[in-house]
């Protein structure tokens, strides 16, 4: 005899402090008490090395305990009086179409979660995927760079297989994984070692450090003292640029990271930000000791290593909490730059600089889960590039920044609601960027992987300049939140993508579609 499943909503409230990935969405539904008046947390460093997932929500109740798990807990849980292991299942199912014909996402995946004692901590997690895109990535993952060469890289997920070398069929291939270890040494130390990607800000983008690329192994050390914490991140890098390969491998690049956080007051935060990149080169260099010292600054190093240093960059961030729901945020970085150059107001190539500044409020009008935050990025020319294209601050054929690369002005909103674990969010982006002139080989400073020695222009500079493109886009979606810990829903979306540009023809992108997934990372797409 047929069973039937009666399947109840009862109200809950999920309280767990565990690691969770940095997905925008994820960490902001459930993130606002983090930037209350009382809350003293450093919230620009993501991920979090823990995070409490407080979401009051409505418990899925089928009374068949296999199927409960799937839609309210961790799938697999194991709990001893020392060890805790959870194991999920993750997903993404898509089925869409542009204008082209149907587009689709085949994602299995699967996330390990672990903790030895109240001190170790682990995390595992593996993606294999075969999709069709929307044309305008696809385009982008054919795009060609400067020496004519085509990298296949699909933004945030490293190099894809394609189905056929003349796009007759249009099916890629990827896969990736990331994990680490945490070992909490006191209640001020904690090191972390793993293979994985970071974000630096508390805006949607970041002009510093974005988990844009792909994922890179690392090391990074936490100190939390006072009002303080500061981060130390140690990572490895790739160039795919055939020019480069070594043996038939590769070139790697490294960089240190310092980032220091401190809570002036209950309202405000500033941070100091230095990064240092460099090449391996032909001799063997790899990582050099001379950045392993985590409290120097880097400049006095690069002068002193003479043509063997790196590529340096300097930057500032700031918060202000407005009201206990509500905060402004900016960053501000540079690379290069000369104050007679900026007084004299001639457009030197060399000032490059970028900044961004944003606003974020929660519970709009009083309304609970009614999220808000809108920011405006730009960029200078030739920003985040160096005279040795293998010290660009880019990994995998990608900024480690902002995806636009250099030369630009942006603007996005979002807006979200959530109503139990039903949610819609609405995302519009507006974008003034620089391009390539066709047939041109002058460098106009969009992209941060080409030399800014080779063809640049001296002076008369200015932002989105050579082949000036507008791009606008529009992101609608709206779904059903089934699972908190794995983020696991039903969703339904809808994309408009425009450009205009100076010499080359306009596009329009109208994509749809409809998924069942579990929605742990950021692929940025929106570019």
């Known amino acids: 005899m047929k069973k039937l499943f009666l399947i109840l909503f009862l109200p809950f409230n999920l309280i767990a402090q565990d690691y969770y990935s940095f997905n925008h969405a994820f960490y902001d539904s459930f993130s606002k008490e983090l930037h209350s008046y009382e809350n003293t947390s450093h919230t620009a460093f993501k991920p979090f090395l823990s995070l409490k997932n407080n979401a009051k929500l409505t418990m899925i109740n089928t009374r068949v305990g ?284 060399a000032n490059k600089y970028a900044g961004q500044i944003g606003f974020k409020v929660f519970d709009v009008l009083g309304i609970d889960n009614l999220f808000f935050q809108t920011e405006f990025n730009a960029s200078r020319p030739y920003m985040y590039s160096h005279h040795k294209p293998l010290q660009s601050y880019t990994h995998y054929g990608q900024p480690l920044a902002h995806p636009l690369g250099s030369s630009f002005y942006e603007n996005i909103s979002i807006a979200r609601y959530r109503y139990k674990r039903y949610y819609t969010e609405l995302k519009t982006l507006w974008a003034k960027k620089g391009a390539a002139i066709p047939d041109s080989t002058t460098n106009f400073g969009f992209n941060p992987l080409q030399s800014y020695s080779d063809n640049r222009i001296e002076y008369g500079n200015v932002i989105a300049q050579g082949n000036t493109t507008y791009l606008k886009m529009i992101d609608f979606k709206v779904g059903i939140l089934l699972n908190p810990h794995t983020n696991m829903k039903i969703e339904f979306g809808v994309l408009n993508r425009k450009t205009t540009s100076t010499y080359e023809f306009d596009t329009n992108t109208n994509h749809v579609y409809i998924a069942f997934k579990t929605d742990l990372r950021n692929l940025y797409y929106d570019f």
């Open 66 to 349: 296999v199927l409960n798990r799937f839609l309210n807990d961790n799938f697999i849980n194991i709990k001893t009086e020392d060890f805790k292991l959870s194991i999920n299942p993750l997903f993404e199912l898509q089925l869409g179409a542009d204008e082209i014909g149907r587009t689709y996402t085949n994602t299995r995946a699967f996330e390990v979660k672990g903790q030895i004692g109240d001190n170790v901590s682990l995390y595992s997690s593996f993606y294999e995927n075969q999709a069709i895109v929307p044309m305008y990535l696809e385009d982008y993952i054919w795009s060609q760079d400067e020496n004519g060469e085509i990298d296949f890289v699909l933004p945030g997920q490293g190099v894809s297989r394609v189905s056929s070398w003349d796009r007759t069929t249009r099916d890629l291939d990827y896969a990736m994984a990331n994990g680490h270890v945490s070992f909490k040494a006191s209640n001020h130390f904690n090191f972390q070692f793993g293979h994985g990607k970071h974000f630096i800000g508390d805006g949607y983008r970041s002009m510093l450090l974005s988990d844009n690329t792909f994922n890179y192994p690392y090391l990074k050390i936490t100190t939390d003292v006072w009002k303080v914490s500061y981060v130390n991140l140690y990572s490895s890098y790739q160039d795919l640029r055939d020019e480069f390969e070594m043996a038939g491998i590769y070139r790697k690049k490294f960089s240190t990271i310092h980032y220091l956080s401190y809570n002036v007051n209950k309202r405000l935060n500033i941070g100091l930000f230095e990064a240092i990149v460099w090449a391996q080169d032909t001799l063997g260099r790899g990582f050099d000791v001379n950045y392993l010292n985590p409290i120097i600054f880097y400049r006095p190093i690069e002068f002193s290593l003479g043509s063997r240093g790196g590529n340096a960059l300097m930057g500032v961030t700031a918060k202000y909490k407005l009201t206990d729901k509500s905060h402004a945020y900016g960053q501000f970085i540079i690379d290069e730059f000369k104050i007679s150059e900026i007084r004299a107001g001639k457009g030197w190539w």
